[in-house]
């Protein structure tokens, strides 16, 4: 069985299983390539002379925004959850080529290390605005790791940190799971539970950005924290504007 064989939007019921059992689902055509190089257009053109990360420019952003409310999103977050879900957080990565932060690679680390979620409350969403491998920097992650709680980690800067540094609440991978690649297409929609270890590989080209827009939701009723950076916010997304 392929993992990374992506399926089409609207997802099915085999889908959610499919979900349940590894922890992730790679979805396909959930939006168009002229909404993907807009997105991009808007954070290269706000981005910082290094191209750092940025945090939570939905908030600021009417084009980032519309991303995190966008139907065909929320409904398969929704699904997967089997119930309705507020936008939490989100985060741009460029690894733009030419830059510092292209050799940052994040360690294996499990996102719901930072908001402690009850599980599996936690869900985050990660869109690939360009073609992804290892080369530029692709992800990799664990199938089926979502299954273990929130392992001991070594604490680590993952924003604003500095270029050469490589974020990530560092965990050790505990027996049993095998590495896989995220070798994956422009416009793929990698979703993931919250506790699934994942991190990715540093960007050796030279001419290849791996720009990244990563969306956390969270279901909608838990608690989570805010975080010393991360500035945690419940959104609703339905019936709101903001």
């Given at each position: 069985?392929?993992?990374?064989?992506?399926?089409?939007?609207?997802?099915?019921?085999?889908?959610?299983?499919?979900?349940?059992?590894?922890?992730?689902?790679?979805?396909?055509?959930?939006?168009?390539?002229?909404?993907?190089?807009?997105?991009?257009?808007?954070?290269?053109?706000?981005?910082?002379?290094?191209?750092?990360?940025?945090?939570?420019?939905?908030?600021?952003?009417?084009?980032?925004?519309?991303?995190?409310?966008?139907?065909?999103?929320?409904?398969?977050?929704?699904?997967?959850q089997r119930w309705e879900v507020d936008v939490v957080q989100s985060q741009f990565l460029f690894k733009k080529a030419g830059t510092e932060y292209q050799n940052q690679a994040w360690n294996p680390?499990?996102?719901?290390?930072?908001?402690?979620?009850?599980?599996?409350?936690?869900?985050?969403?990660?869109?690939?605005?360009?073609?992804?491998?290892?080369?530029?920097g692709c992800m990799y992650m664990y199938p089926g790791s979502h299954r273990e709680p929130i392992l001991p980690y070594e604490e680590t800067v993952s924003y604003k940190e500095k270029a050469g540094?490589?974020?990530?609440?560092?965990?050790?991978?505990?027996?049993?799971?095998?590495?896989?690649?995220?070798?994956?297409?422009?416009?793929?929609?990698?979703?993931?539970?919250?506790?699934?270890?994942?991190?990715?590989?540093?960007?050796?080209?030279?001419?290849?950005?791996?720009?990244?827009?990563?969306?956390?939701?969270?279901?909608?009723?838990?608690?989570?924290?805010?975080?010393?950076?991360?500035?945690?916010?419940?959104?609703?997304?339905?019936?709101?504007?903001?």
């Amino acid at each position: 069985m392929n993992l990374l064989k992506p399926i089409k939007y609207p997802i099915t019921n085999s889908d959610i299983a499919f979900y349940d059992a590894n922890g992730f689902l790679l979805v396909e055509d959930v939006l168009l390539p002229k909404e993907l190089d807009n997105l991009l257009r808007v954070f290269e053109f706000n981005a910082d002379i290094d191209f750092s990360a940025m945090m939570n420019k939905d908030r600021e952003y009417y084009e980032a925004r519309e991303i995190v409310k966008a139907e065909r999103i929320v409904s398969t977050i929704e699904r997967l959850q089997r119930w309705e879900v507020d936008v939490v957080q989100s985060q741009f990565l460029f690894k733009k080529a030419g830059t510092e932060y292209q050799n940052q690679a994040w360690n294996p680390h499990q996102d719901n290390s930072y908001p402690q979620v009850p599980y599996p409350g936690y869900i985050t969403v990660n869109i690939f605005l360009t073609d992804a491998d290892k080369e530029n920097g692709c992800m990799y992650m664990y199938p089926g790791s979502h299954r273990e709680p929130i392992l001991p980690y070594e604490e680590t800067v993952s924003y604003k940190e500095k270029a050469g540094t490589n974020p990530g609440n560092k965990v050790e991978i505990p027996a049993g799971y095998e590495k896989v690649d995220l070798v994956v297409k422009k416009g793929t929609m990698f979703v993931m539970n919250g506790h699934l270890i994942h991190g990715s590989y540093p960007n050796q080209s030279k001419t290849r950005s791996r720009p990244l827009y990563s969306i956390s939701y969270v279901t909608r009723g838990v608690e989570f924290q805010k975080g010393r950076n991360a500035n945690r916010m419940r959104i609703p997304i339905r019936g709101v504007n903001f």
